[in-house]
């Protein structure tokens, strides 16, 4: 993926020392030298939660890995120009919503059948009678976000999975804090209504 013909070595890198817990700053500073590695922390570090994001708005696991792989490759041409406005998850994550937005217009994708809600958390060691209610929870909860309109189902994700805030939301969506929150609560408002029998 990152296979772009440079060979800069950026050595015994501050990131590198710390293992894992180096800073977004230290991962970009070593990858926009070249450093491969850095990058792949970066993808390690975010890539699962960006993944989940596509795969809940596409509804297709190959579709999904395709978009972020997209995003990724497009973060790693453009980390250079990538100035800190927000953070390196909110820029990440605004440019996967943007192709996960190209590869709707190019596929023309409605909301499918097969339209899986994952969540950040899994619980499998829970009772019998506690996942059945929580499966038919989850498969309710799926029913009615695939009507959601794409930019209510976009911000709901966001703050209720993602855990983001109006600010981060509307600088994936390139919508202002106040277009996030109408967004945000027509998609509760529905939802509501729509899940009102598990209440």
Known sequence: MLDDGHDIDAGDTAW?????DASDQSLIAAAVL???QAFEAIVMRYGPDMYRFTR?????????????????????????????ASSLRTWLFSLVSHKVVDHRRRRAIS????WVFE???HDPSGDPERQAASSGFMAALDAALSELPYRQRSAWLLREVEGMTHVEIGQIMSMSPGAVRGQLQ??????????????
């Open 16 to 20: 590198r020392r710390r293992g894992g």
């Open 119 to 121: 969540r950040a958390d």
């Open 56 to 84: 809940n708005l596409l509804s297709d696991s190959g579709a999904a890995e395709e978009v972020v792989q997209d995003a990724f490759v497009a973060a790693w041409k453009g980390l250079e120009n990538f100035r800190g």
């Open 186 to 199: 027509r998609a509760r408002t529905t939802l509501s209504a729509r899940m009102s029998t598990w209440r």
């Open 111 to 114: 909301p499918a059948e097969d």
């Open 34 to 36: 070249g450093d491969r």
